[in-house]
């Protein structure tokens, strides 16, 4: 299995202004991945991060919107971009890892945005 | 519509009931199940994961995959408060396909 350490928890945020998301798995993993979870929505993925490559991005889901780095095997950050209201939700990384025989998801706790 | 529906709830059960969770899909390729448990202000816990169709249990959990109705469910057995909760379903065609998950549902267990 993986630790995942992910920060803030939590953040209220103004419009207009941008915060970037911390990730710190607890062994190398070679993809990372951020979730959006919009209340009383499914999970949806944003992008796959890769050590030493550009972010891959889902549909819907922009580079210059969501910023990502990926500078280690340890390590991501999201930027979310300009917010607005729309964009309050709660982010998560993930990760693939070894567990009870075969590959499996690991999220970290998430970080609760509030954009006022 | 959706790959995936699962009934949101919120289901509400006594202590110690059998509870039933949910799930059914359109896509046919799906060959991964999974079932995830999610606290309050916490990221999502890998509870159950199966391959194809059958039965699989682990402690009072009991995951089942029905392919020919597209249907899989999760069996709590002798709820407890602490196994209130949002369960996620979440299903892939394959291990390396991206996973799909269902909206959750709400599971409130009353002492």
């Known amino acids: 299995s993986a630790v995942i350490s992910q920060k803030p928890s939590r953040d209220i945020c103004q419009r207009g202004t941008s915060l970037t998301i911390q990730c710190q798995v607890d062994?190398?993993?070679?993809?990372m991945f951020w979730y959006r979870q919009q209340p009383g929505q499914s999970l949806t993925l944003i992008a796959t991060?890769?050590?030493?490559?550009?972010?891959t991005y889902e549909s819907g889901f922009v580079i210059d919107k969501f910023p990502i780095s990926r500078p280690n095997l340890t390590f991501s950050t999201l930027t979310v971009s300009n917010m607005s209201p729309e964009d309050s939700s709660i982010y998560l990384c993930?990760?693939?890892?070894w567990g009870q025989g075969s590959e499996k998801l690991f999220f970290g706790s998430g970080t609760q945005l509030s954009v006022l | 519509q959706k790959e995936v529906e699962q009934d949101p709830g919120p289901l509400s059960v006594p202590e110690g009931a059998i509870v039933s969770l949910n799930c059914t899909y359109s896509n046919s390729a799906f060959q991964y199940f999974m079932w995830y448990r999610q606290y309050s202000r916490k990221g999502p816990e890998l509870l159950m994961y199966t391959y194809s169709s059958g039965n699989k249990e682990d402690g009072r959990f009991t995951a089942q995959v029905d392919k020919s109705s597209k249907y899989i469910s999760l069996f709590i057995r002798d709820s407890q408060p602490s196994d209130s909760a949002t369960y996620l379903c979440a299903m892939k065609p394959s291990s390396a396909s991206k996973i799909i998950f269902g909206s959750g549902t709400r599971l409130s267990i009353r002492p």
């Open positions: 062994s190398q993993v070679t993809m």
């Open positions: 993930s990760v693939v890892a």
């Open positions: 991060a890769n050590q030493g490559s550009e972010a």
